[in-house]
């Protein structure tokens, strides 16, 4: 079972600041409690019993809230020297793992409500590098989309005109080894979505995409984070 989870909490989140501005964005408030409390104790809820907190901007808020555990799982941290996007924040915090086994990463400014039993069994029959959780979607200016062939693989990281539209919910199970051949070293400062998955889909690398019914939240957005504090739990 997976025990781990990293979390790419490092962003600097501009474009809530109109309405967040004294705490980095996953910090923030959901009825009282960071944001990133919440999605912590879905994870904890299902079994996650570690998460190595990838941070940047205002980390200090993040590492003196939480320290080194939470809810009885353990914490550690990757501390951006500098903003190194989503990519680069994923690539240091593999450099915390005290394991191989896959491990489960997370956009820290999104919830999606995922199985993750049902995420690691479908894993292990598509024998995938790499597993993105998914949600169907009409909006075709907010997320660019991704084609999946009949068999649950990624086959194009953009959506084909007139088909049913599958965007990344930000959840994700990953043999932790498959993230560094993307040929990025840790501290390089790359997009995970638009240059590390792109480049592990042209080395032949196996993506699958599993597609989910449960509640997507994305807070970056002032109307969207209001919108969260009446759905998550």
Same mark, same amino acid.
């Given at each position: 079972m997976v025990r781990t989870a990293i979390i790419l909490a490092?962003?600097?989140?501009? $474009?809530? %600041?109109?309405?967040?501005?004294?705490?980095?964005?996953?910090? *923030?408030?959901? %009825?009282? $409690?960071p944001f990133?409390?919440?999605?912590?104790?879905?994870?904890?809820?299902?079994?996650?019993q570690e998460f190595v907190l990838s941070v940047g901007y205002r980390h200090e808020v993040i590492?003196?809230?939480?320290?080194?555990?939470?809810?009885?799982?353990?914490? %550690?941290?990757?501390?951006?020297?500098?903003?190194?996007?989503t990519g680069g924040g994923l690539l240091l915090a593999t450099e915390q793992l005290s394991s191989v086994q896959p491990v489960l990463a997370l956009n820290g400014d999104t919830f999606f409500a995922?199985?993750?039993a049902q995420l690691v069994a479908f894993h292990a029959v598509k024998q995938s590098d790499w597993t993105c959780c998914l949600f169907r979607t009409q909006d075709t200016q907010r997320y660019l989309g991704l084609q999946l062939a009949a068999?649950?693989?990624v086959v194009s990281l953009n959506a084909?005109?007139?088909?049913?539209r599958y965007a990344n919910g930000g959840v994700y199970l990953v043999k932790p080894d498959v993230i560094t051949d993307a040929g990025y070293a840790p501290? *390089?400062?790359?997009?995970?979505?638009?240059?590390?998955?792109?480049?592990?889909?042209?080395?032949?690398? $196996?993506?699958?995409?599993?597609?989910?019914?449960?509640?997507?939240?994305?807070?970056?957005?002032?109307?969207?984070?209001f919108h969260a504090q009446t759905l998550l739990p």
């Open positions: 490092g962003g600097l989140g501009t $474009r809530l %600041r109109s309405v967040v501005s004294e705490v980095p964005k996953p910090m *923030a408030p959901i %009825r009282g $409690r990133l409390a919440c999605q912590m104790d879905y994870w904890i809820a299902q079994g996650i590492m003196g809230y939480f320290g080194d555990s939470y809810a009885g799982a353990d914490i %550690r941290y990757a501390i951006e020297p500098e903003p190194c996007g995922v199985s993750l068999d649950g693989q084909e005109a007139g088909a049913t501290g *390089a400062q790359v997009a995970l979505e638009t240059e590390i998955l792109p480049q592990l889909l042209a080395c032949k690398k $196996r993506l699958s995409g599993l597609v989910c019914s449960g509640q997507f939240i994305d807070i970056g957005l002032p109307e969207d984070y």
